[in-house]
């Protein structure tokens, strides 16, 4: 089993910006694949970022890609989502994911592991 477990959301203004933290535990962090998605109310899940085991290989939802950066440290067993440039559509609730097997997948159901997600709300 892996435990994620999400911080750093919260409420900031429009144009602002915010870092997320996923904290990893119970596997060997640098043998998952890690992701964020978010789902703003009524709507959807939708994929937001995903990184590789190494860092190497980086995938990013069109609608946030050049304000959002997903990195992770190994040694940390920590994900990040730094994102800038928010826009009140980008008020949702966060989630940490994880995957056992190494392609970067953006569907929901590609992913094995889950945080309890962190709300982040951007006021225009």
């Known amino acids: 089993q892996v435990q994620l477990v999400e911080s750093g959301g919260g409420l900031v203004q429009a144009g602002g910006s915010l870092r997320l933290s996923c904290a990893a535990s119970?596997?060997?962090?640098?043998?998952?694949?890690m992701g964020w998605f978010r789902q703003a109310p009524g709507k959807e899940r939708e994929f937001v970022a995903a990184?590789?085991?190494?860092?190497?290989?980086?995938d990013y939802a069109e609608i946030i890609k050049g304000r959002f950066t997903i990195s992770r440290d190994n040694a940390k067993n920590t994900v990040y989502l730094q994102m800038n440039g928010l826009q009140p559509e980008d008020t949702a609730v966060y989630y940490c994911?994880?995957?056992?097997?190494?392609?970067?997948?953006?569907?929901?159901?590609?992913?094995?592991?889950w945080g309890q997600g962190t709300q982040v709300t951007v006021s225009s």
């Open positions: 994911v994880a995957r056992q097997r190494p392609a970067l997948q953006s569907s929901p159901t590609d992913y094995d592991y």
């Open positions: 990184i590789s085991r190494g860092g190497t290989y980086i």
């Open positions: 119970g596997r060997t962090f640098s043998m998952l694949t």
